[in-house]
């Protein structure tokens, strides 16, 4: 995404009144191109919270530009795809296939 959009979709979050993480978290998640993937605590860590990965799940939860800003995009540590308030983990695998995403079949604990 261009700065110039990422400018746009920033301000656009602030006068949705989101807090300054959120927008943060949000607007790194504008930099995860299509047909990849990134996980919660990476999310984090690029937004400068680094133990903030739950928080970054909430923040996905509540996205208020979807499917502007792809939070489909986002997977769990261990590859599975996680949760998806557009339409639960089956719209959010269609959504990465479609994009290309190369899925990794998650790791037993």
């Known amino acids: 995404m261009d700065k110039k959009r990422l400018k746009e979709i920033k301000k656009e979050l602030k006068l949705k009144g989101l807090t300054k993480f959120q927008v943060k978290v949000l607007s790194m998640l504008c930099t995860v191109n299509k047909g990849k993937t990134i996980t919660y605590k990476e ?7 680094p133990n903030a990965y739950r928080a970054v799940g909430s923040v996905m939860r509540i996205n208020p530009l979807a499917p502007k800003i792809p939070c489909h995009r986002v ?29 990794k079949t998650p790791k037993k604990r």
Request: net charge neutral.
């Open 75 to 103: 997977i769990k540590s261990d590859g599975s795809p996680g949760n998806y308030s557009g339409g639960g983990t089956k719209i959010k695998l269609e959504l990465l296939v479609a994009e290309g995403a190369a899925l």
């Open 43 to 49: 999310l984090a860590a690029q937004a400068g919270y």
